[in-house]
């Protein structure tokens, strides 16, 4: 079955340690998107990425990192400089923005730092 | 700045009747805009998608409208249906070369009322 992973569904942290949030698609999408969702804030756009090996900072990217390796995979990491990391992270994908497609969203990462 | 606005935090409408759902923007870069509605814990499903080269876009019980003098979408929902009740997004896709994002709105939570 074709779709966006993400992984895992509830994650818990110490403050001040790093974390990685992973996402995959086999969906063979060009573009890879991140965005994190607090009460009252909608979607929010941290990173994002057209082509492998290039990626763009969003609305919020201070305090976040990622990489894009592979054209299926675009990992986010939360680390220790981001003020606010608790929060529900979506990962979401789409066709190059060209061909006037929907993205696909997964199913999200619940993030609780401690 | 917000880009896309939805200024309705909540709408509630008695089952039956028609849901109209708005959202404003500002960027006339933006040439893409869609609907996703989204549960707790979950990640958005994608509902319905127009061009900016239309003015309407109909898939079954739900509609898109676009003015793009005002800058204006709406989603109408007709008739409302139990299962309608959830936070339903705006979002908004402008196309260029380096840029390819995907801005959505806060959302609006629609109740259907028995």
């Given at each position: 079955d074709g779709g966006i992973t993400q992984s895992p569904k509830y994650l818990f942290r110490k403050e001040g340690q790093n974390v990685t949030l992973s996402c995959e698609q086999n969906?063979?999408?060009d573009a890879m998107y991140w965005y994190r969702q607090d009460p009252g804030q909608g979607l929010r756009l941290i990173y994002y990425s057209q082509i492998v090996n290039d990626f763009q900072k969003g609305d919020i990217a201070e305090g976040y990192s990622v990489s894009r390796?592979?054209?299926e995979s675009f990992p986010l990491t939360v680390t220790s400089?981001?003020?606010?990391?608790?929060a529900f992270y979506l990962c979401a994908s789409s066709w190059s923005a060209s061909m006037n497609t929907e993205a696909f969203f997964g199913q999200g990462t619940r993030l609780t730092v401690v | 700045d917000q880009q896309v606005k939805q200024n309705s935090p909540s709408l509630s409408v008695q089952e039956g009747r028609i849901s109209i759902l708005n959202c404003d923007y500002?960027?006339?870069?933006?040439?893409y805009f869609l609907w996703y509605k989204k549960y707790p814990a979950e990640g958005p499903t994608f509902l319905i998608s127009i061009s900016s080269i239309k003015d309407k876009n109909e898939d079954g019980r739900f509609t898109v409208f676009l003015n793009k003098s005002a800058k204006h979408l709406s989603l109408h929902i007709?008739?409302?249906?139990?299962?309608?009740?959830a936070v339903y997004f705006c979002a908004a896709r402008a196309w260029s070369n380096r840029d390819d994002k995907i801005i959505f709105g806060k959302g609006t939570r629609l109740h259907i009322l028995p």
């Amino acid at each position: 079955d074709g779709g966006i992973t993400q992984s895992p569904k509830y994650l818990f942290r110490k403050e001040g340690q790093n974390v990685t949030l992973s996402c995959e698609q086999n969906l063979n999408h060009d573009a890879m998107y991140w965005y994190r969702q607090d009460p009252g804030q909608g979607l929010r756009l941290i990173y994002y990425s057209q082509i492998v090996n290039d990626f763009q900072k969003g609305d919020i990217a201070e305090g976040y990192s990622v990489s894009r390796e592979k054209k299926e995979s675009f990992p986010l990491t939360v680390t220790s400089a981001q003020k606010n990391p608790t929060a529900f992270y979506l990962c979401a994908s789409s066709w190059s923005a060209s061909m006037n497609t929907e993205a696909f969203f997964g199913q999200g990462t619940r993030l609780t730092v401690v | 700045d917000q880009q896309v606005k939805q200024n309705s935090p909540s709408l509630s409408v008695q089952e039956g009747r028609i849901s109209i759902l708005n959202c404003d923007y500002t960027n006339s870069m933006f040439d893409y805009f869609l609907w996703y509605k989204k549960y707790p814990a979950e990640g958005p499903t994608f509902l319905i998608s127009i061009s900016s080269i239309k003015d309407k876009n109909e898939d079954g019980r739900f509609t898109v409208f676009l003015n793009k003098s005002a800058k204006h979408l709406s989603l109408h929902i007709v008739p409302s249906q139990p299962g309608d009740s959830a936070v339903y997004f705006c979002a908004a896709r402008a196309w260029s070369n380096r840029d390819d994002k995907i801005i959505f709105g806060k959302g609006t939570r629609l109740h259907i009322l028995p």
